[in-house]
Each structure stands twice: as structure tokens, then as C-alpha cells.
């Protein structure tokens, strides 16, 4: 763990736009930075002249938003047992049962937190384990490790063996004393969220419980929507009373601006009519759904509709940690659909960084202060080698798609260097 505080940082930057889904590169700047952590000025380095490159050959930008990942899934990365349903049995519930020992889920947790910082991700929402213990032991290692997170149990009482599943009431009474442990801790760097894992493994009783959580604490939901052709089959005969799947969700009040839905690969046009009216958020998660086979989100048909967007690994199903990976899939998946244009949008390199960065933090509800690189936003950087003598215009390609050289230098949140391959440059 670095965890040095940086208080100015030099070297060539990429800025995403607060709203268009555009970036500005500045060369060679000064970023300063003060005591909290936060971007008091960006200035020419002309103004500078004793403060040398941070992290030389390399281009900044906003850390990356992982919009959805399980740390339970960390050790069962890669396991090639698709589609979804079976892999859940599979793979997935006999893991995350070895949650229910505190060691287990504490060494794990610790190395969750420093593959995502490898990685360049700053901020993440994060899918628990159904265990309280282990819940907790994940917020101690974000916050020991210096991440930015929403984070929360997941909710689940039905649908999976009995070693993974929690009952309706110790479910809420943990995720209260967890609410009152790490909800806004260390000025609002970690939050709890409401997550219940999907329709089918939750109860009336569960969903409602959570609905309540959700609204007394004004909390995020987090879930999953509209991922497998089974699950789907398997949620309308649950749900017979409902039009389709979102509606469900609807039902219990979780479809808001304070909701993220993973996947959501099957929507019909009125499910993302609502979704973008509702001003949810969607964790597009292409390698996961690669590697699932559970086909291709409509990226620029969902952009059109004005939904909002980030980019999620959804590892253990996705096979990385790495957002310019999952956004090098989301350019794959438009191309397989055929619907890299679509109703007047196009997915390019250039907007799918805007969506690991800046898309991502608006998704989550951390808009305000990260996802953008200008004074009063917090100093959430991720440093990236770039090629010598690259063209400015292959930059982005070269950052999405050259997985064998762009890669992450260094990676801080709020100022202080939480990862990096080597020690900064730190000047006078
Ligand atoms: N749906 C319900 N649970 C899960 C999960 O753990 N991963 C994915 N990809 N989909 C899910
Ligand atoms: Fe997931």
C-alpha cells in the first residue's frame, strides 16, 4: 500500500467533457492539489518551472469507474462454466459461501482492492457476499486501501443453497449496523448500497425490506437486469403479474436516479424509454457478457434513448479488472450488434474512455466531484504509458486496444497515490 499525498502533479492530460461525451488532451500541465485532496488549479507548466513530468511517457486521466464487480468472485476469475444459471451453481455459490469466515473474506478483500488499483479503477460498485462479516472486511480494506466506493451485501433468501442465503430479517438488521458503520465515511468516500442480487433471489418481504432501506437512508440500489435468456424465462413465470422484467423492479421503487442495473442486454424499447426517463443507471458489462454468452447490450440504441451509461467489469463473470479492456469489449460488442450508429450515436474509442471515466461517475452518483480533471472536482488520477511517438490520433485507439503496452503507471485517489509500478517523481 503507497498511499503518499501528491500536492502537484505534472505531465499531459486527457479531460473528459462533465456532459458530451467528449475529451480535451492538455499538454503538459500542472495539476495542484490541496491538503483534502481536492484539484485547486490546473495551470501551463510554463508556470511551473521547478516541478518536474509525475510520470513521465505517460497521459492522465480521471481514474476509471468500475460500475460493477463482485468481490467474492475474486478467486473464481475465469471459470469457464457458462451461461449464467449454471455458473451461478457452479462456480459462484460454493465461492461465495467461503465468505462465511471472517480470515478468508479479509485476505481476499485485500487483494480486490489492489487488482483494481493495478488496474487504474478509483471508484467502484460493488457486490458483497451475503455475509455481514465479510461485508465489513471488504469496507476495512477499501478504506485501508484508499478506494472510493458504494459497496453493500447482497441480498438473497431464496434460489441458491442455504450456506448463501440470509434471511429477510438478520439481511436488514446487518445492512442497518453496516449503514451506520460505513454509510458517508471519510467525507462520503465509501457508501453503503442497497443490493438485492437479482429478482430471483429475492422474496416479497426481502425486496420490500430493501425498498425501505433504500428510501429511509436515501441509498443507491444496485442490481442485476435483463442479462440471460433463461433468467429472463425464469423471472417472468415468477413475476406472471408483471409486464416484464423491469417492471418488477419498478414495483418496489428501485428504478431512480439513485439505481444502477447491470446489463440489461434484453430490454424491450418501453423498458429503456423508462430507464432513461427514470434517469437510472446501466453497468454495461461486454466482457462478462462475452464470456457468458449472453449476448450484446444495444450501446448506441441505450445512448440514444438518453440513458446513462457506465462501464462495469462484473468480474468473476468478466475475466478482468482492467475498464480499458471491458471498453475495448463495449467497441466489440457495438461492431457484432452492427449498432455502433445508431439513432444519430456512435460508439468511438474517444466516448467509450468518456464512459469508463466520467460516464461511470455520474452513473454511480459521485458526479459531483470526480469523473472530470478541473478546479473543485477530487483528484482521482490514473497515469497510463503511452507509446513513444505515438499520433495524436491514434491516442485513444492506443489506449483501449494496445493491451500489451498502455499500461497503467500509476493510480490516486483524492490525492494520495494508492498503486503505482514505481515511485513518483516528486520534485522539490
Ligand atoms: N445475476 C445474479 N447474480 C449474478 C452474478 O453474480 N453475476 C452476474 N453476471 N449475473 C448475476
Ligand atoms: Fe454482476
Known sequence: MVKSKLRTVRGTLLVPDPIRRTLAKQDDVVIDIDADG?????????????????????????????????????????SASGPLLDWLQEAVFPEEARFAELRYARSVAAQFCEAMLRQGTTSAGIFSSSHPGATDELFVALDDWGLRAQAGLTLMNRGAPADVLLAT????????????????????????????RFALSCDHALMRGAADLAERHGLFVQTHLSENDEELRQ???????????????????FVGKRSIFAHCIHLSDSEWQRMAQARAGV???????????????????????????????????GRTFSLQRVASAAYDATLVRGEAVSDGETVTPESLLWLATRGGAVALGFGDRVGCLAPGYEADLVAIDVPEDLPDD????????RHDTAAVRATVVRGRLCWSREAPATGP
Open 235 to 253: 423471472t417472468a413465470a415468477a413475476f406472471p403479474d408483471h409486464a416484464d422484467y423491469l417492471a418488477v423492479y419498478e414495483d418496489y421503487g
Open 394 to 401: 491514434r491516442l485513444y485507439d492506443a489506449l483501449l486496444f
Open 38 to 78: 481536492t484539484i485547486r488549479s490546473i495551470d501551463d507548466a510554463d508556470a511551473h518551472p521547478s516541478v518536474p513530468p509525475t510520470w513521465p511517457g505517460t497521459v492522465i486521466l480521471p481514474g476509471f469507474v468500475d460500475t460493477h464487480i463482485h468481490f467474492p468472485q475474486t478467486r473464481i476469475l475465469g
Open 283 to 317: 453497468a454495461h458489462c461486454p466482457d462478462s457478457n462475452f464470456f457468458l454468452g449472453s449476448g450484446c447490450m444495444p450501446l448506441a440504441r441505450a445512448l440514444g434513448h438518453g440513458a446513462r451509461v457506465g462501464l462495469g467489469t462484473d468480474m468473476g463473470a
Open 169 to 196: 430479517e438478520p439481511a436488514l438488521e446487518a445492512a442497518e449496523a453496516l449503514i451506520a458503520r460505513w454509510h458517508g465515511h471519510d467525507r462520503d468516500r465509501l457508501r453503503f448500497c442497497v443490493t438485492p
